[in-house]
Nanobody, 122 residues
Framework: QVQLVESGGGLVQPGGSLRLTCAAS????????MGWYRQDPKNQRGLVAG??????????NYADSVKGRFTISRDHARNTVYLQMNSLMPEDTAIYFC?????????????WGQGTQVTVSL
C-alpha cells in the first residue's frame, strides 16, 4: 500500500507565500509522476501543477492561473514533491491534494493525499 502525507497548508495574507510538501511511502517500485490538484470553495477541482519523470529531468506543467507564481519540484530520492506558492491571492484559497502515479508489486495506480487547506485572506 502507498500513503501520501501532505503538510504546509495554512492561513496567509494576500501576497504571502506557503510551501506544501507531500511525501510518499510504502512498497514503491517507481513513481511516474507527482503533483497537486486543488478543490475550491465551489467544489471545483483542477490541476495546479504536475511533475512527470523524464529522461533527463522532470516534465513540468502548470495551470495558467499559477504560472510565474508557483513552483513544483521533486526529490526523487525521498519520494517527495513540493509546491512553492508565492504571491498568493484570495482565489488560491482551496484544499490542495497531492497525487502520485506509483508502481508497486500490484501494478501502477494513482494515489491521493488527504488534502491540506490553504486560505488566503486578510
Amino acid at each position: 500500500q502507498v500513503q501520501l502525507v501532505e503538510s504546509g497548508g495554512g492561513l496567509v495574507q494576500p501576497g504571502g507565500s506557503l510551501r506544501l510538501t507531500c511525501a510518499a511511502s510504502g512498497s514503491i517500485f517507481n513513481i511516474y509522476a507527482m503533483g497537486w490538484y486543488r478543490q475550491d470553495p465551489k467544489n471545483q477541482r483542477g490541476l495546479v501543477a504536475g511533475a512527470t519523470t523524464g529522461d533527463r529531468a522532470d516534465i513540468i506543467n502548470y495551470a495558467d492561473s499559477v504560472k510565474g507564481r508557483f513552483t513544483i519540484s521533486r526529490d526523487h530520492a525521498r519520494n517527495t514533491v513540493y509546491l512553492q506558492m508565492n504571491s498568493l491571492m484570495p482565489e488560491d484559497t482551496a484544499i490542495y491534494f497531492c497525487y502520485a502515479r506509483v508502481t508497486t508489486q500490484a501494478g501502477t495506480n494513482d494515489y491521493w493525499g488527504q488534502g491540506t487547506q490553504v486560505t488566503v485572506s486578510l
